[in-house]
């Protein structure tokens, strides 16, 4: 079996890096943005100071999809999600079958994503949110831009982990 040619997998590569960048840089970013609204619904709870903004807690929630969201794009870039090793004694081909059977499973999760996120967008194209009068497909399409972010870091892991099966160069 051949793999595909290295100088396009090169740019693929350059690609999800600078992909994979902003998305830690838009993680920490909303992180930051969370701090305000939380803030204020604290401030406006236990003071005066301030008027009780009830739309706090809805730009809170929805901050909190994404940021959920943009963490687990990272997660799966970085092969970070929870591993257990059943077989500890496997070489590196055989390690690289196992990643392939895993990473299988989070693969079929991303098409959910995809396929039912698209589905959960649609429903939400023409509808507001209650307080904020936010447009909630903004926060609908989250989950099947999670499901295609997903499947563009697999198939990056997935090239790797079959040249690794198949004696090719180490990635």
């Not at 619904?41 to 809170?60: G, K, N």
């Not at 023409?126 to 447009?135: D, F």
């Amino acid at each position: 079996m051949s793999l595909p040619d290295a100088a396009p997998r090169g740019l693929w590569r350059r690609f999800t890096a600078v992909y994979a960048r902003s998305l830690t840089v838009l993680l920490a970013l909303s992180v930051a943005i969370l701090v305000i609204p939380v803030t204020l619904q604290m401030v406006s709870r236990y003071t005066a100071l301030i008027p009780s903004y009830i739309w706090t807690e809805e730009m809170a929630r929805f901050l909190f999809i994404w940021l959920i969201l943009i963490g687990s794009m990272v997660g799966v870039r970085e092969a970070s999600h929870f591993e257990v090793d059943v077989w500890p004694t496997l070489g590196r081909r055989g390690e690289a079958a196992v990643r392939i059977v895993a990473r299988l499973g989070v693969l079929a999760m991303a098409l959910v994503f995809v396929v039912g996120g698209y589905a959960f967008t649609k429903f939400a194209w023409h509808r507001t949110s209650e307080l904020a009068e936010l447009p909630l497909w903004l926060i609908h399409i989250a989950w099947p831009i999670a499901g295609v972010t997903w499947i563009v870091f697999l198939g990056e892991q997935f090239l790797d982990e079959l040249a690794v099966l198949f004696g090719a160069r180490q990635p």
